[in-house]
T-cell receptor, first 116, second 112 residues
Framework: EPEVTQTPSHQVTQMGQEVILRCVPI?????FYWYRQILGQKVEFLVS????????KSEIFDDQFSVERPDGSNFTLKIRSTKLEDSAMYFC??????????????FGNGTRLTVT | GENVEQHPSTLSVQEGDSAVIKCTYS??????FPWYKQELGKRPQLIID?????GEKKDQRIAVTLNKTAKHFSLHITETQPEDSAVYFC???????????FGTGTLLAVQP
């Protein structure tokens, strides 16, 4: 089965800096998500993207966050001014196929973001 | 919005015993309930899922049951093996939204 791939695997940045996390999606999968997982905690929903638009976002996804599809295929999650509490594993995820409502969510390998 | 609670937070069993993890959800419109296994430092991986039109689903040593009336669902692992040791997350989605809401996770330790 094709996989969602993410880069980089680990990103270290200083507080206040901007970071961009990247994801290469599976083609023909319409629903796209970003989740985060603080170390030792549960997986938390950040934002969903459908048909090239944000369809839903959580309270966590404030003005410091943005999601884009700069080249029409790959997705990026940008954090404008990182805070210590942004340190977490960030996963992109997709739901399969065109009939993807309530279908399995497949995660990328994640980017571990460390803010110092 | 949806809220998913998961118990227990940790579970230790002897190899060969069964393990049961339970979750409850709050939104009666939720209709899709997957379970994920996450090994240390890795991504969550889907192990089994169930939709609200069925009450039970089984895949080899893993089974999931769903009680829509009580709004709870459970993961059952039989004949546990050391390689089953991991964190298990339940999740729920459906109704007006497609996003998955995850439970808090259960750390399963299978002692050889």
């Amino acid at each position: 089965e094709p996989e969602v791939t993410q880069t980089p695997s680990h990103q270290v940045t200083q507080m206040g800096q901007e970071v961009i996390l990247r994801c290469v999606p599976i083609s023909n999968h319409l629903y796209f998500y970003w989740y985060r997982q603080i170390l030792g905690q549960k997986v938390e929903f950040l934002v969903s993207f459908y048909n090239n638009e944000i369809s839903e976002k959580s309270e966590i996804f404030d003005d410091q966050f943005s999601v884009e599809r700069p080249d029409g295929s790959n997705f990026t999650l940008k954090i404008r001014s990182t805070k210590l509490e942004d340190s977490a594993m960030y996963f992109c995820a997709q739901q399969g196929g065109r009939s993807s409502y309530n279908s399995p969510l497949h995660f990328g390998n994640g980017t571990r973001l460390t803010v110092t | 919005g949806e809220n998913v609670e998961q118990h227990p937070s940790t579970l230790s069993v002897q190899e060969g015993d069964s393990a049961v993890i339970k979750c409850t959800y709050s939104d009666s419109a939720s209709n899709y309930f997957p379970w994920y296994k996450q090994e240390l430092g890795k991504r969550p991986q889907l192990i089994i899922d169930i939709r609200s039109n069925v009450g039970e689903k089984k895949d080899q040593r893993i089974a999931v049951t769903l009680n829509k009336t009580a709004k709870h669902f459970s993961l059952h692992i039989t004949e546990t093996q050391p390689e089953d040791s991991a964190v298990y997350f339940c999740a729920a989605s459906g109704g007006a939204t497609n996003k998955l809401i995850f439970g808090t996770g259960t750390l399963l330790a299978v002692q050889p």
